[in-house]
């Protein structure tokens, strides 16, 4: 990501994560909350192994990630994850998948994350997909 583009949802979603210093210590910064946060989400880490590029406790970060996702969901689902509200609106949907996959009266796709995995015994090619590997897929919707 960009810094303009950081510094962009920053500005959105720092009110909803924003905390405040006490007397016996100072809050975690919404920045480092973002940072962490992005950092979780594009590498997969744990947040065992993120506690020390992120000098954040995993115990605050199993409380940071969630609350700073749910932020940054609330803040651009508007935005971003908007669904439609009117007839015209779903056969404009519809029209996007048919002139760009050729695919009429289609509202919505899904698609798949394939990860690796050791197939069972016996399955023969089941689980063995194109790439030449064993795989399970996780699905993830479109509109």
């Not at 609330?74 to 002139?99: C, H, I, R």
């Not at 695919?103 to 790439?131: E, V």
Request: charged share 20%; hydrophobic share 30%.
């Amino acid at each position: 990501m960009d810094p303009d583009t950081f510094y962009k949802l920053l500005a959105k979603v720092q009110y909803r994560i924003e905390k405040q210093d006490t007397n016996m210590r100072d809050s975690i910064s919404a920045l480092a909350r973002l940072e962490a946060t992005l950092l979780f989400l594009s590498t997969g880490a744990s947040y065992s192994s993120l506690q020390y590029s992120t000098r954040i406790s995993k115990q605050s970060l199993s409380q940071i990630v969630p609350d700073t996702c749910q932020a940054i969901y609330d803040e651009l689902k508007d935005e971003y994850l908007q669904t439609p509200s009117t007839p015209e609106k779903w056969k404009s949907v519809a029209d996007g998948f048919n002139t760009r996959w050729n695919f009429p009266n289609c509202l919505g796709s899904i698609d798949g994350k394939h990860i690796a995995i050791t197939a069972r015994a016996g399955s023969g090619s089941y689980y063995y997909n194109y790439k030449g590997n064993y795989t399970g897929s996780w699905l993830i919707g479109h509109m």
